[in-house]
């Protein structure tokens, strides 16, 4: 289409002939009346007309695009000349118009169209009035519209809008905002517990590392120079709705003074990189004379250059993200609701009695009835060694180590021979034999890799230098088998089967406190360094205070024993052998979750902020949403009984016994490793 002169825009002074009346009519109508309007505005007319010829030619341009596609031979194969001419005419004679006569033009030129063209012309306006609202706003604002949406799928779709909308979403602040209000932090991936109380000592709010032997392992992301971390506590408020608080590890920016360095590690960068570049265009350009020592120059300032490229590269591929973070959390979290990746290991054991887990990111250790404990690889559960050694079943096993900064894994193990072994797990190497108990072995715990606490049917407990082997203390007072321990600082917690709980100095070895109230015996004990909680065989649970040792409460609603307790800040889970499960507030020493979750003795239980996983001697191990106590799946198939469940963010364990064939006699123990951190697998 060819583009006119000023001089060409006067309007068309009839129509061309047409073979329908009414058209022409219309048509003659319409100019009519602009005709008149534009000889009362002549002049106005034509300086408007000169100042506005770029957006004319624009708008020429496009009505070619709109209504008759991207070909402009479609134009001249659907009109004569004469009415080409005569509708480029009146285009331009309507791009002179003010804004009241082109209203009024079009709703002339409307209302001559049928439903079928208003349909048409409604496809080239809809798309027109269409307005990226956010590309509008100030980015701050377009950011802080976005802080509303707390649907991470939503965002997902919305940075598919268009580019704008997916560069807005790649800033952090979105993302950050979305893993507070998700609550997703940075947890330990050690798991532990002894052989039956399952209290869980990296769940308290203990800090057993005044002697730098057990620092905490971040192993999902490590922030130590990208991110300061915080604790936030769980607690319920008045109108029963519960929150974090002291035990989830959220991310927050980076310091000033760390930013600082960063900035600067960049700055020198990109600085070396531009030097480094510079020295390269001068040594191609100098004279022949020298071309072999500045050649020499050259090389020498490029590989400097492939190393400040490779620093850069490493910088950034360390650079903390709370978008890559927070999808990581996600999925994992969708992982667990749908089902992760599931290796059986099958070949590894006969029919043998699972007494002790514990696994971290690189090891599943495994204590078994028949004198055995089993190393399997936490990432492909192949079976990596056995440590033979014990004479009898090993009720009790606990291992330290295997951080960043401290790799060496030190296992402590007890059993039915009465000895307590030191192992070197990452050699399988035996250390140390320690004697003295008279009876077996059933608990121990470790404070950290130099000192272990162990418990026995002798009734007696003895604290051990597990580094050189030798009796620190013998700790004399229970009257019968010491059943359970906790530890916390210096101070350990221990039920026994005479019905009282004592708090223990490690120290000096001295009784500080004799915890009472229970009339039978007791079975699982919990300790945070402030509180003690028991449970019973009296179906009964205890919380008592720490530092006077008095009986803050006695909490009722089991019908059975209470083998199996996880306390975490103030929130308290207990497991019976009714096979009910309970989730208590002791803030306010209330329930605020009874589940009936089996049909049998709950065999092990472990929660965390989100999700509270139980397996039972009724074969079943479920997945329960803690806040609402739902069911949300069944994690494994039903088999004769449940032995072991740990878990950690990304991982479960479970140790179960399943029948073999037709015969009810042959069963045969598994492990199950779960793996739901699938961009791993």
């Not at 001249?76 to 118009?97: A, G, H, M, P, W």
């Not at 960049?266 to 022949?288: D, G, K, N, P, V």
């Not at 799946?633 to 991982?651: A, E, G, L, M, Y």
């Amino acid at each position: 289409m060819h583009l006119y002169s000023p001089d060409d825009l006067s309007p068309p002074a009839t129509p061309p002939s047409s073979s329908s009346s009414s058209s022409t009519t219309s048509s003659g109508t319409i100019s009519s009346s602009i005709g008149d309007t534009n000889n009362s505005n002549k002049h106005q007319q034509q300086k408007h007309n000169n100042k506005n010829l770029p957006s004319q030619r624009r708008l020429r341009s496009s009505y070619v695009d709109l209504s008759m596609g991207d070909n402009p031979a479609q134009l001249s194969s659907t009109l004569d000349k004469s009415r080409l001419d005569y509708i480029v005419q009146v285009k331009t004679t309507f791009q002179n118009l003010s804004p009241q006569q082109k209203s009024a033009f079009l709703s002339e030129l409307l209302n001559c169209c049928d439903n079928q063209l208003l349909a048409f012309v409604h496809t080239l306006i809809a798309p027109r009035l269409k307005i990226d609202f956010l590309k509008q706003l100030p980015i701050e604002l377009a950011l802080h519209v976005l802080s509303f949406i707390d649907d991470p799928q939503t965002l997902t779709r919305a940075a598919s809008v268009s580019l704008f909308w997916n560069e807005l979403l790649k800033d952090e602040s979105t993302w950050k905002q979305l893993c507070l209000k998700y609550q997703y932090h940075d947890n330990k991936s050690s798991i532990t517990s002894d052989g039956d109380s399952d209290s869980y000592i990296n769940d308290s709010n203990c800090n057993n590392n005044a002697d730098n032997d057990n620092n905490d392992d971040h192993n999902n992301i490590d922030t130590t120079t990208t991110a300061t971390i915080i604790t936030s506590p769980i607690t319920t408020t008045n109108s029963g709705q519960r929150r974090r608080r002291n035990n989830s590890k959220l991310l927050f920016p980076i310091s000033g003074e760390k930013k600082e360095e960063e900035i600067s590690l960049i700055s020198s960068l990109s600085t070396s990189s531009f030097s480094s570049t510079c020295s390269s265009s001068s040594s191609s350009s100098a004279s022949a004379s020298a071309s072999s020592a500045l050649a020499s120059t050259s090389s020498s300032s490029l590989s400097g250059l492939e190393r400040q490229s490779q620093q850069l590269h490493n910088y950034n591929h360390n650079i903390f993200s709370y978008r890559n973070f927070f999808k990581r959390k996600y999925n994992i979290g969708t992982a667990w609701n749908r089902g992760g990746h599931v290796r059986v290991v099958d070949d590894a054991f006969g029919g043998e009695l699972i007494t002790s887990l514990q696994f971290d990111e690189k090891y599943i250790v495994v204590g078994c009835d028949n004198h055995r404990i089993v190393v399997f690889d936490s990432q492909t559960g192949h079976k990596i060694q056995t440590l033979e050694g014990h004479e009898g079943g090993v009720w009790a096993l606990e291992f330290k180590g295997g951080e960043k900064n401290d790799p060496e894994r030190i296992l402590v193990s007890g059993g039915c021979d009465r000895d307590v072994r030191v192992w070197d797990l990452n050699r399988g190497r035996l250390l140390h034999v320690l004697r003295g108990h008279t009876s077996t072995v059933r608990c121990l715990r470790m404070k950290n890799k130099r000192i272990a606490v162990t418990g026995s049917r002798d009734a007696t407990m003895r604290v051990w230098d597990i580094q050189r082997g030798v009796l620190l203390h013998v700790l004399l007072g229970h009257q019968a088998s010491v059943r359970c321990l906790d530890i916390c600082d210096n101070i350990v917690a221990s039920g026994s089967y005479d019905y009282t709980a004592r708090l223990w100095d490690i120290r000096t070895g001295q009784c500080l406190h004799v915890l009472v109230g229970h009339h039978l015996q007791i079975y699982a004990i919990a300790f945070d360094g402030k509180k003690v909680v028991t449970g019973s065989l009296d179906s009964s649970i205890r919380v008592f205070s720490a530092s006077t040792g008095q009986c803050l409460a006695t909490l009722f609603g089991h019908t059975s024993l209470v083998g199996h307790l996880q306390l975490r800040g103030d929130t308290l889970v207990s497991g019976g052998s009714d096979g009910c499960l309970r989730v208590w507030d002791l803030e306010r020493y209330e329930c605020i979750q009874q589940i009936s979750a089996h049909d049998n003795s709950v065999t092990s239980l472990q929660f965390d902020d989100r999700k509270m996983v139980s397996g039972s001697a009724d074969g079943s191990v479920k997945l329960w949403d803690i806040r609402e106590g739902r069911l949300i799946r069944n994690i494994s198939q039903p088999t004769k009984t449940v032995w072991k469940i740990q878990f950690s963010d990304t991982k479960a364990v479970i140790l179960m016994q399943r029948k073999q064939g037709d015969n009810p006699g042959s069963n045969k123990t598994i492990l199950e490793l779960h793996n739901f951190d699938l961009e791993q697998v």
